[in-house]
């Protein structure tokens, strides 16, 4: 069975960010670079973050386009708003709350097909994103650039993104509609797993 072109441009986009975060990494000095891989390895460090960020990717291959690139490009975009606030030192409360519902939320999702409207799981992704953007500017370290440091999270982040993507694309398969949903099943486990933790 030959890919098709949705199945392509979900290769692609998976592509550009593993190659943008090598490109970023190769244009900035040595102690620059030091703030940018900082804030690359933060998402990646913690396993809540990366079920929701995987979740999202999973999600938009689930939904096809154009919720395959919208979803991806609205959580990294509202998350960057988030980091902003964390910098600034606004509170937000239940941010850990607000992580673990991400994974349980968007997980189900995918474990359930849910399929609304575009705007509504843009709005959804866009919300959970900002928990996950507090979090991360919230612990910017001691003098590290929050630039350097924002670029790295994000570009981090879509790679995670197209991660699910290339994931999710399973689902055009016979055998992957299963799969997929079973991936989902996975993360809303662990977005309650970790639910519980931060409860306790």
Sequence with gaps: MKPGPRHRSAQALA????????SA???????EAFGLLTGFLHPISGADHVLAMVAVGLWGAQLGAPAIWVLPVAFPLVMALGGMLGFLGVPLPGVEYGIA???????AAVAFEVRPPLVVAALLVG?????????HGTELPEGQSALLYSMGFVIATGCLHGI???????HRR?????????????????GVFFMLRAIA
């Design 174 to 190: 016979p055998w992957g509609r299963k799969l997929l949903r079973a991936a989902g099943t996975v993360v809303a486990a662990g």
């Design 127 to 135: 919300f959970f994103a900002i928990f996950h953007g507090h979090a």
């Design 164 to 170: 699910g993507i290339g994931i999710g694309t399973v």
């Design 25 to 31: 990494f190769a244009h900035v000095g040595q102690g």
């Design 15 to 22: 592509v550009l960010a593993i190659l943008g975060a090598q």
């Design 101 to 107: 519902a991400s994974a349980i939320m968007l997980g």
